[in-house]
């Protein structure tokens, strides 16, 4: 291609000073291109940097390393050309769809009759003809959603970011703004030359992208760059289209879950320490994915992107709990499958009480955090540790967010299992309710 990127990201590297003096590093080594014509997915699971990342390009952060130039220039602050679209619309309540709409264009200096003419056409085009004169208030969650779109296309942005414009949305309303938004790509209405689209919802990236970049956490860094080409308009029930998203499922498994085979053992579990950040995950959750994946159609092993849509549950909410059951060995998963071990079929027949029983070994057994602390309590005379005692241990892997956390997970499965206890007010472990 002869014409420079639009956009181009070099080696990003963004980190936020800890109140001990040390870096929470977001962002690692992140490279992206975005080409004339292009809109390219950010996927991937919350807290993996995809909005910080959209943050840097819009200048309104600087990374800590690295370079993000926008039609060969540096970003070094809010650049004209470059608008967004937020999640939580982010209009003013007290201003009418004209009023909001027109805000950008104010910002311009534009002559008032100027302003009024590009913001009505861009209502007219968002399809809000009509409700030039309504508040906030008296819209829909979609049509809020619109007027956020108009805004920022009405100053005529080379790129459009876009931060999970569609997930606050049910998902007819959803489905409805997509639709729209790209048949305007695909019939050239809107001015913009590239899209950058953050989200978390797997079949969205895939309906609209052209490529997909997929997102690791724990820094953020791009693990997969998928490009994707069927053609617009995309059905879902196309098996192109569904061979599509199995790839991505087997992306983000294959890098969520790493196989341990890789590094010489013959297990597919990954790898735990005490340093190991869990995502609070239920144990109500755990159950029933397991008593699912044990059922009829699947009898053990489920495909993830099938069973996601037969639970409507988007990879935020299925991966932690996939993980979890890993992390415990209830069930391995490996090339977007989810399969359950035989401690996982034992579970998913037993009895409350047997349960139970088997949660406590596997959580004792497998998970470090949960074994270090029973054994503290099950050697001090008084059966009773504060919970700074372990905290300060997890601090020398983590942040103190992420430690607070992943505590919170391991006390809740543990009063599950009847494990250990723990009294919040005094902030206190114990050995007071487990048989």
Known sequence: MNNPALLSIENVRKGFPKADGSELLVLDGVNLQLADGQIVGLLGRSGSGKSTLLRLIAGLSTPSAGSIT???????GPAEGIAMVFQSFAIFPWLTVLENVALGLEAQGLPKAEIRKLSLAAIDMIGLDGFESAYPRELSGGMRQRVGFARALVVHPNILLMDEPFSALDVLTAETLRTDFLDLWSEGRMQIKGVILVTHNIEEAALMCDRILVFGSNPGRILSDIEVTLPQPRNRLDPAFRELVE???VEMTAKRFPAIAESGREERF????IGSVFPEVSSNLMAGLIETVAAAPYLGKADLPEIASDLTMEIDELFPVAEMLQMMR???VEGGDIKLTEAGMVFAS??????KALFSRQLLGHVPLAGHIRRVLDERASHRAPKRRFTDEMEDFMDEEAAEHTLRAIIGLARYAEAFAYDDEKEVFSLENPT
Do not use: W
């Not at 990954?270 to 320490?273: A, C, R, S, W």
């Not at 037993?350 to 349960?355: F, G, I, K, N």
């Open 247 to 249: 790839r991505i499922y």
């Open 70 to 76: 926008y039609l060969g220039k540096p970003v070094d």
């Open 270 to 273: 990954p790898g735990l320490g």
């Open 350 to 355: 037993a009895a409350v009480d047997e349960r």
């Open 330 to 332: 209830f069930a391995e």
